[in-house]
């Protein structure tokens, strides 16, 4: 679990994510996203996306309750809040273990909220 949760740490740095190259080695061949907006991406199509933020994307995020859970010996999921200049997004991805690449970010989604929005579980 720790080196899927290195790989999201990773894939939420600014240098790593606007990196085709860099980011590129983090992505599963089948990975898919839902971003907080409602898009659907598919790895071609985020690749291109993240890196048009390019200079825009200097600020990393700030995590919280960052939770791993083992769902299968090559399969982590991961949950946590990120915080991103006041835009702020319950985050989940599964992390998948591959044989030629290691740890690969498998499937992604984020679902944007505000402070206000929250209610504690009971």
Same mark, same amino acid.
């Given at each position: 679990? &720790?080196?899927?949760?290195?790989?999201?740490?990773?894939?939420?740095?600014?240098?790593?994510?606007?990196?085709?190259?860099?980011?590129?080695?983090?992505?599963?061949?089948?990975?898919?996203?839902?971003?907080?907006?409602?898009?659907?991406?598919?790895?071609?199509?985020?690749?291109?996306?993240?890196?048009?933020?390019?200079?825009?994307?200097?600020?990393?995020?700030?995590?919280?309750?960052?939770?791993?859970?083992?769902?299968?010996?090559?399969?982590?999921?991961?949950?946590?809040?990120?915080?991103?200049?006041?835009?702020?997004?319950?985050?989940?991805?599964?992390?998948?273990?591959?044989?030629?690449?290691?740890?690969?970010?498998?499937? &992604?989604?984020?679902?944007?909220?505000?402070?206000?929005?929250?209610?504690?579980?009971?």
């Amino acid at each position: 679990m &720790t080196a899927a949760i290195e790989g999201e740490l990773r894939f939420l740095d600014p240098a790593v994510f606007t990196s085709p190259t860099l980011l590129g080695r983090l992505l599963h061949p089948e990975f898919r996203s839902f971003g907080s907006s409602g898009t659907s991406y598919t790895r071609a199509s985020y690749i291109d996306e993240l890196r048009e933020w390019g200079p825009s994307a200097r600020t990393p995020g700030t995590v919280t309750l960052l939770a791993a859970r083992e769902l299968a010996p090559d399969l982590v999921l991961l949950t946590f809040d990120i915080n991103v200049s006041e835009r702020r997004a319950h985050r989940s991805s599964l992390w998948r273990k591959t044989r030629e690449a290691g740890w690969q970010l498998y499937f &992604t989604q984020g679902t944007g909220f505000s402070p206000g929005d929250m209610v504690t579980p009971t």
